[in-house]
């Protein structure tokens, strides 16, 4: 069955500190992954996605995320973190013309000043 | 405003009763998709239009969720006879031709039962 798994529902970094937040996937055929970012009172952003080729993509705000085959996961990452960072973000997956995408219950990042 | 538009952006309805959210896409956007999300969990996949038709209907709950789509624009989800469980944001998004591309998404529909 398809599914996403964020295992950390909450983190907290402090300003300034890396950050990851792991995604774990699990999915029959190619996968089509993203990150999308929900602040506070706001929609969802699309962070980043992978479809294909290099497996180490980058995205707004600083985001990378790498996708590693071996291991079904595609983690985000950024260097050092800024407090407007402080929202929740979520890791789906999909498929080319398999239009259901399925997400994972989301990480909530705080960050500390 | 080229974003998609939802609205009631809140609603508050009695159990029992039926509720209509609206979902108005970017326009050219052919892929729509609802999605709800209770609180403190993810986002799970209601249904996806393609243009007007709805190819997969297996996301929905319950035979008291129903949606359409007209105009290959604007789209209503439909709850009728309203528990407590259905309680939770109901978000819509957008993509241009549905497939691998992102979706775009509005600030959604806060729907709570009493």
Known sequence: AQSVTQPDIHI??????????????????TPYLFWYVQSPGQGLQLLLKYFSGDTLVQGIKGFEAEFKRSQSSFNLRKPSVHWSDAAEYFCAVGGYNFNKFYFGSGTKLNVKP | GAGVSQSPSNKVTEKGKDVELRCDPISGHTALYWYRQRLGQ?????????GNSAPDKSGLPSDRFSAERTGESVSTLTIQRTQQEDSAVYLCASSPDGGN??????????????
Do not use: K, M, W
């Not at chain 2, 591309?101 to 729907?111: A, S, W, Y």
């Open chain 2, 101 to 114: 591309q992102p979706q775009h998404f509005g600030d959604g529909t806060r729907l709570s039962i009493l």
């Open chain 1, 12 to 29: 907290t970094v402090s300003e300034g500190a890396s950050l990851e937040l792991r995604c774990n996937y699990s999915y029959g055929a």
């Open chain 2, 42 to 50: 993810g986002l799970e996949f209601l249904i996806y239009f393609q």
